[in-house]
């Protein structure tokens, strides 16, 4: 029994060892990923992206390590997100619109809110939220559908913003732990198949456990990588067009003439502060540097006027 207790400890060690080791390799040479993320069990050259094109960048060489002379291909797994602010004249359509759009192109619509907003004056519009998730490779093209829905694009496209996270190092060092915990599960499994005492089969059943349940969460983690940058996730803000209107009264728009003015006391602290420190760095200065020499100069004109000034007869007492 404490043979075989011996065994188990050392192959425990052994996979936390190597657990350890794939972790440093993976930081001195990222593994190769397949185009749409082969999974262990899958033949890495059967693996393709779900648009039939990689769904990230790869670079053509790209080298192992400075000066090591091994050319590996390594490509980079990233996640592209995107959000968008619009002005639209019905933000309930355009919501429909846009959860259509993405069924069409494959995706799907990951939430969607519509409510009401009520503005400075009292006033309540509709506003809409809506979050889908389209292929990567279609991302350019449903930003381009979705800012058709406005009139003008220059005006009513209020916030526009596209960003992209890189998992490639997250994704293969999960990679190489699952590999080591698949490995360590196969040891436990044979060593379990040849213990003859329950007290041995109960103690390695435990360790499977507790390696089978990292292995699920690993899986799921390696899962959510694939998706997230296989499928890109574009959030839209969709307002209403009369939300956005300025205040008009008879023609009059004192919103605007109050922005007008705000603007021009701004302009006229710009060109106090301006000239400001110009005085204080160019001017101030320049006057020091005239003034001390003059004010010196005439210092000591005044004390030889006094030393040469003759000085008056003594009155007899």
Do not use: H
């Amino acid at each position: 029994m404490m043979k075989r207790l011996v065994i188990i400890l050392v192959i425990l060690l052994l996979a936390l060892s190597g657990c350890s080791a794939a972790q440093q390799a993976t930081r001195d040479e990222a593994p190769a990923v397949e185009p749409g993320f082969a999974s262990p069990e899958m033949p890495a050259g059967e693996a393709m992206d779900s648009g039939g094109a990689p769904a990230f960048d790869m670079p053509e060489e790209q080298g192992a390590s400075k000066g090591s002379g091994v050319q590996t291909d390594v490509e980079r797994l990233v996640i592209r997100n995107a959000n968008l602010t619009i002005v639209v004249d019905d933000p309930g359509q355009g919501m429909s619109t846009i959860s259509r759009m993405a069924e069409t192109m494959g995706g799907f619509v990951v939430s969607s809110n519509l409510y009401k907003t009520t503005t400075s004056t009292g006033a309540e519009f509709p506003e809409a939220n809506i979050t889908i998730r389209v292929p990567v490779t279609k991302l350019g093209e449903a930003m381009d559908t979705i800012k058709k829905l406005v009139k003008d694009q220059k005006e009513d496209v209020l916030a526009e913003n596209v960003s992209g996270q890189d998992v490639t190092k997250d994704y293969t060092d999960l990679q190489s732990r699952l590999k080591n915990l698949e490995d360590t599960e196969s040891q436990l499994r044979e060593i379990m198949g040849s213990a003859t005492k329950t007290e041995d089969v109960l103690m390695v059943y435990n360790q499977l456990i507790q390696i089978r349940e990292q292995i699920e969460v690993i899986k799921g983690q390696i899962q959510y990588y694939r998706e997230s940058a296989d499928l890109s996730a574009i959030s839209v803000l969709l307002k209403a067009t009369e939300a956005v209107q300025p205040l008009e009264i008879g023609g009059w728009q004192p919103v605007g003439v109050a922005r007008d003015a705000v603007q021009a006391l701004i302009n006229g602290l710009q060109v106090l502060g301006t000239v400001g420190i110009w005085l204080v760095l160019f001017a101030l200065p320049i006057a020091l540097l005239i003034y001390l020499p003059i004010r010196l100069l005439w210092a000591l004109l005044r004390r030889n006027r006094k030393s040469t000034k003759p000085q008056p007869p003594a009155t007899p007492v």
